[in-house]
């Protein structure tokens, strides 16, 4: 009796001329499942997204036959999209994409940019985009040029109103070079693995549970818990020292108020990542800070090293921007949408203004004119770019005082995401209170709490301040009436301390020698907060006390044996 053969645990072969005889899908099957054995190890799952629906459920039961788990996806919004790409990509899924623009006006080098922007450490090697159309060589030569900027190493090109089965084999033949590559790569060594790679070589436990401790740590930040998001980033960090946990730890320092030792975290981010501007330029920015308490605890001379070291990296965060951009001059989808993003940023935070520092405002106001200047020509860039750089840039805008185009931007922001009304308008109201542009701020925020928007109460008092200095301003050109309703309309929303606001009011009207309102104002005031005339801020108001001394002496003589408080 012979024996039986042993196992090798590979399915069996078959036949050429079976395989001729079975229907297609189940040949391709068979015909690939060997060839795309290791693209499955190293990507259990595949969501694709083709506009031919015959096609995307074909391909379901090949994939599912193959042994992916197949997810066809429905057209998606782009910032939905972008969302999908970068998830699915962490859940180290195979991503097929013919991506057509729509109504967005994107390209898909537009999207890969926005991915890259939202992400920056998403590795897009596993990104497979589908072209539909009479492509020459030439062509995709060009193509698979710009795709090369984003890591991007395989492609698929469809013929128009070609049959799925011909649609489908340039698929299964692409993904089986693409397979090719990734177990050549993992062969010889061409990838080197870090203990947080998402593929199938790394600890499962390990990378999961740093996904989990950096996830929990950005929620943390959202909520405002810097504290708690400082401890989970600190154990991430402890599994390994990692670029992305390091700034995000440093963010939540800097969010604190901590500033020193988040200039540790992005001093060794920067040492682990030379070629990018972000950590040189979050240290220029943790510098700048410095300077403030430098002035008030350590002197002028410390807090001049501070801004010093501040500005030197923020000229190295420059140096590498323009090395960047250098480098990749005839590929400009190697770059971000805007290189100058985190410069921006920096520099929005950065405010030295009034601190007596000599030359130091002056050194400041010209990197930044610099810096604007320079983006000035990436506005359409920056037009649709993230809204955090859109705020950054308008900021400055308004820190130097060019209004008109800040308050473009600012609008155009709160049109198009209304999410970010809030923020986009309290910033430009923040900087026009700082330019002492108070009439300007107070309309600003006026026209925001017309709205329902989060943290209203902190914008209510935003909105008092720049108001209360407004009037002041406005009675001193004479303008009492203005002034007047400009303090009607602060007591309108019912601000914090609303008293002292009471008592502006009836002086303004002792000043237009309106004495009845006057004191019918004050009394409203008193009633509010019957123990205000005890407090020493009631100093200035000490008219308004004998006014009102006055008002009930004349009502106790026109109704005498009328006890009056």
């Known amino acids: 009796m012979p024996k039986p053969t042993p196992s ?21 099957a068979l015909m690939y499942a060997d060839r795309l054995e290791f693209a499955v190890k190293r990507h259990p799952h595949i969501s694709y997204r083709l506009e031919d629906a015959a096609l995307a459920t074909d391909l379901a039961e090949i994939f599912t036959k193959i042994g992916f788990e197949p997810h066809p996806q429905p057209d998606q919004a782009v910032k939905v999209l972008i969302h999908n790409i970068i998830k699915w990509i962490d859940n180290r899924h195979l991503v097929m994409l013919h991506f057509k623009p729509k109504f967005t006006g994107f390209n898909l080098v537009h999207l890969l940019r926005e991915v890259k922007l939202a992400a920056p450490s998403v590795q897009l090697k596993s990104f497979i985009p589908v072209f539909v159309g009479n492509v020459s060589s030439q062509k995709q030569q060009e193509i698979f040029r710009l795709l090369g900027g984003f890591s991007i190493r395989a492609a698929c090109f469809f013929t128009p109103n070609a049959p799925n089965e011909n ?41 999961g549970k740093y996904k989990q401790l950096l996830a929990k740590g950005e929620e943390l930040m959202r909520a ?19 670029f992305e946990a390091l700034m995000e730890r440093g963010d939540a320092y800097y969010k604190a108020k901590e500033f020193i030792p988040a200039l540790g975290d992005y001093r060794e981010a920067a040492r682990l990542e030379k070629t990018v501007p972000d950590p040189h330029a979050r240290i220029g920015s943790c510098c700048l800070s410095l300077v403030k308490s430098a002035i008030k605890s350590e002197g002028p001379a410390k807090a001049k090293q501070w801004f010093d ?72 860039a920056i037009s649709d770019n993230s809204v955090d750089t ?5 900021v400055l805008l308004t820190r130097y005082r060019q209004y008109e185009e800040a308050e473009r931007i600012f609008r155009s922001v709160a049109a198009e995401d209304p999410v970010n009304t809030a923020a986009a308008f309290n910033n430009f109201a923040v900087e026009l209170r700082k330019n002492e542009q108070y009439g300007k701020a107070f309309d600003i925020y006026r026209e925001l709490l017309v709205n329902d928007i989060p943290d209203r109460g902190i914008v209510v008092e935003n909105m008092k ?47 237009m020698q309106d004495q009845a309102r006057a004191a019918f104002t ?36 026109s109704e005498p044996g009328r006890k009056i408080r």
Not at 177 to 184: D, E, F, G, L, T
Not at 224 to 242: H, Q, T
Not at 321 to 341: D, G, I, Q, S, T
Not at 542 to 555: I, P, Q, V
């Open 465 to 511: 301040l720049a108001g209360l200095k407004h009037a002041t301003a406005l009675k001193a050109a004479n303008r009492h009436d203005e002034a007047v309703a400009a303090y009607r309309a602060i007591m309108d929303c019912r601000p914090k301390d609303r008293e002292w606001v009471l008592c502006e009011l009836a002086s303004t009207f002792l000043e």
């Open 8 to 28: 090798t645990g590979k399915k069996p072969a078959v036949s050429p001329e079976l395989l001729k005889n079975l229907p297609f899908k189940q040949r391709a």
């Open 224 to 242: 405002g818990d810097y504290e708690a998001a400082i401890k989970s980033f600190s154990e991430a960090i402890a599994l390994g020292p990692n």
């Open 522 to 557: 004050f009394m409203e005031a008193i009633y509010v907060n019957p123990k205000m005339m005890e407090s020493e801020k009631f100093t200035p108001y000490r008219d308004l006390a004998s006014l009102r001394k006055e008002m009930m002496k004349k009502l106790q003589e």
């Open 167 to 207: 649609n489908i084999e340039e698929i299964l033949s692409v993904l089986e070079r693409y397979s090719a590559v990734i177990k050549a790569e993992f062969e010889t060594g061409g990838h080197r693995l870090t203990p947080f790679d998402l593929n199938a070589e790394a600890d499962p436990a390990a990378t």
């Open 390 to 394: 859109r705020i950054d840039r308008a």
């Open 309 to 380: 070291t501040g500005m030197k990296y923020l000229a190295d965060a420059e140096k590498i921007v323009v090395a960047m951009e250098r480098a990749n001059r005839n590929f400009p989808e190697k770059l971000p949408a805007v290189p100058y993003a985190p410069i921006l940023s920096a520099l929005a935070e950065s405010d030295v203004r009034g601190l007596g520092l000599e030359g130091v405002e002056e050194r400041l106001d010209a990197f930044a004119a610099d810096v604007l200047r320079k983006t000035s020509v990436k506005e359409d």
